[in-house]
């Protein structure tokens, strides 16, 4: 903060968080032995990635076979495990992810039947086309009446632009909704460069007052430092990467909340609470 800048005046950057997205639906024990897929492992790293800075995990379950899942009862299971080791200091935010395995009503019916704190949504998914506009309409506003937050993932700019479109439309019935830029996407060697989300912020795209930024490869840690200095938030975690700045394989996601939060340390920005991720994105129940 400078001489001249207040905690609330012009020039302060708000506390960032740092969600924490250590699985995901794609990679299993074979990419790297410490990603975790039970409820066990999933609270373990809750705790580990809580005391290295993270105010948010983002969680995938999966089946019997180690497959992407979308099952209520494996949501609330996951949940109560990771609330038994870390009490509310994480905002717990499972996943409508299809992963080429469930429709657009499957993926809001799952979220209707676990009531989850924090849902991840991917408009892409879940408005393929407009026909599914009001069936999404409808499903936003009941989240809004059951208190849960919705963070819409954008895979493009163009996808930016829809949902601000939505919006104007009234479809949205969030004032400002929260949204995730993924800088890049899941395919082999992918690597996402913190220039990358230049095309989300550019002039003449759509300003959300409440942006995370998520990356693929060895600068993911670039990439969402970047974007807390423009003002969003961060997420970083094996769902998407497996190394750390320097190219070495990460020990554990903990590591590279470590790594993240070393990043804003050194750019002067302090990280968030839970707490501090529930009041900026009103979540309450």
């Known amino acids: 903060m400078t001489a001249d800048s207040s905690p609330t005046g012009p020039g302060f950057i ?12 794609r990679r299993g024990k ?9 409820p066990k492992e ?7 990635c809580l005391e290295a800075g993270a105010a948010m995990i983002h969680a995938h379950v999966r089946d019997r076979e180690g497959g992407h899942l979308l099952d209520a009862d494996a949501y609330l299971e996951v949940t109560k495990a990771i609330r038994d080791a870390v009490g509310e200091r994480l905002v717990v935010q499972i996943t409508s992810e299809a992963v080429g395995r469930y429709r657009p009503a499957e993926q ?9 704190e924090a849902v991840s949504l991917a408009l892409r998914e879940l408005v393929p086309d407009a026909s599914l506009e009001t069936a999404f309409a409808d499903f936003l506003s009941w989240l809004k009446r059951e208190r849960i937050a919705p963070q819409i993932i954008l895979y493009t700019p163009e ?14 019935p969030f004032d400002d909704v929260p949204v995730l830029y993924v800088l890049g996407r899941y395919t082999p060697g992918q690597i996402s460069r913190p220039a990358d989300l230049l095309a989300f912020l550019v002039h003449g795209r759509p300003r959300f007052a ?4 998520c990356a693929f490869g060895r600068e993911e840690t670039a990439c969402v430092a970047a974007g807390a200095l423009l003002g969003g938030h961060a997420r970083v975690g094996f769902e998407n990467n497996l190394v750390l700045p320097s190219g070495v394989t990460a020990a554990d996601n903990a590591a590279l909340v470590v790594a993240a939060a070393a990043a804003l340390e050194a750019c002067g920005l302090e ?3 839970a707490d501090e991720l529930r009041a900026d994105w009103s979540i309450g129940r």
């Open 30 to 38: 074979s990419d790297h032995p410490a990603l975790p897929i039970g």
């Open 159 to 172: 996808e930016a632009s829809a949902l601000a479109v939505m919006q104007q439309r009234g479809l949205v």
């Open 108 to 116: 809001m019916g799952v979220v209707r039947a676990t009531r989850p």
């Open 14 to 25: 708000a506390p960032t968080a740092i969600a924490v997205a250590p699985n995901g639906g």
């Open 210 to 213: 409440h942006w995370m930024v």
């Open 271 to 273: 990280t968030a609470s």
């Open 42 to 48: 999933l609270a373990s790293t809750a705790a580990a």
